[in-house]
């Protein structure tokens, strides 16, 4: 089955770890994104990548770094600078980067920090 | 400052009738739009997008409709099934980047 698959589902951490949210893509797709999202609100961007090797900071990118280095693996790391890391986040991917293609989301990962 | 918005938070429809939810954007360069649905707990999936070279798009049981004189998208959804009970969100594309509005919440009723 192609897709998006995220681990874990669910993930508790003690606040000031470092935590590392998995993304696998089997989609041969160029653009990997990830999104966080909070209770009642939209998806805010906090990286992408639109091909190996290469990525860019969302509108959040404090706190997160990523690292594309197969262009199936997305991995993002929730660092102890993320002031708030409750919450749900999601991977996308789409076949292109120029945001005007639609993008595949994985099922999200919640992390509780505590 | 830019936002892709929704005019209401929660809708609630009678099954069996047609929903609208509606969407507004503020960005005049946006030329491509989306509708994602998000049940709970779950990853958002798909549902429909249209370019701005166009102001109606169908798909199953679902119309999208841009006016873009307005800035304004809505999607409706026909003879609205428990199925649909979830969160809708409207994205458009700002540069490189795709923005998600906060959704709104359709409540089916028996």
């Known amino acids: 089955d192609g897709g998006i698959t995220q681990s874990p589902k669910y993930l508790f951490r003690k606040e000031g770890q470092n935590v590392t949210l998995s993304c696998e893509q089997n989609?041969?797709?160029?653009?990997m994104y990830w999104y966080r999202q909070d209770p009642g609100q939209g998806l805010r961007l906090i990286y992408y990548?639109?091909?190996?090797?290469?990525?860019q900071k969302g509108d959040i990118a404090e706190g997160y770094s990523v690292s594309r280095e197969k262009k199936e693996s997305f991995p993002l790391t929730v660092t102890s600078a993320q002031k708030n890391p409750t919450a749900f986040y999601l991977c996308?991917?789409?076949?292109?980067?120029?945001?005007?293609?639609?993008?595949?989301f994985g099922p999200g990962t919640r992390l509780t920090v505590t | 400052g830019e936002s892709v918005g929704l005019h209401l938070p929660t809708l609630s429809v009678q099954e069996g009738d047609n929903s609208i939810i509606n969407c507004a954007y503020s960005?005049?360069?946006?030329?491509?739009f989306i509708w994602y649905k998000q049940e709970s707990g779950k990853g958002p999936q798909f549902i429909i997008d249209i370019r701005s070279n166009m102001d109606k798009r169908q798909g199953q049981r679902v119309t999208v409709l841009l006016n873009k004189t307005v800035k304004h998208l809505s999607l409706q959804i026909a003879a609205t099934q428990p199925g649909d009970s979830a969160v809708y969100f409207c994205?458009?594309?700002?540069?490189?980047?795709?923005?998600f509005g906060k959704g709104t919440r359709l409540h089916i009723l028996p």
């Open positions: 990548s639109q091909i190996v090797n290469d990525f």
């Open positions: 996308a991917s789409s076949i292109g980067g120029q945001a005007t293609y639609e993008q595949y």
């Open positions: 989609l041969n797709h160029d653009a």
């Open positions: 960005n005049s360069a946006s030329d491509y």
């Open positions: 994205a458009s594309n700002r540069d490189d980047k795709i923005i």
